[in-house]
């Protein structure tokens, strides 16, 4: 599983970061960072933040 962030579409609503802690962070200027490869185990999680982005920004590439 590949994550893949739009940082252009990105507004840092942080929706992802309460869905998905373990992959998704703001760093100390508010800006996202990921994990562009988590764990097959953290599946779930990754799967509502894509649903739980308001700006469709995340998307998964791969099994």
Do not use: K, N, W
């Not at 893949?4 to 962070?25: I, K, Y």
């Not at 990921?34 to 998964?60: F, H, W």
Request: glycine share 4%; aromatic share 4%; with cysteine.
């Amino acid at each position: 599983m590949r994550v893949r962030v739009d940082l252009t579409l990105c507004e840092t609503h942080a929706q992802c970061v309460f869905a998905a802690p373990s992959v998704f962070a703001l760093d100390d200027d508010d800006e996202l960072v990921y994990d562009a490869t988590p764990g097959d185990a953290l599946r779930p999680a990754v799967e509502q933040a894509v649903l739980s982005c308001p700006v469709r920004a995340i998307s998964l590439d791969g099994d």
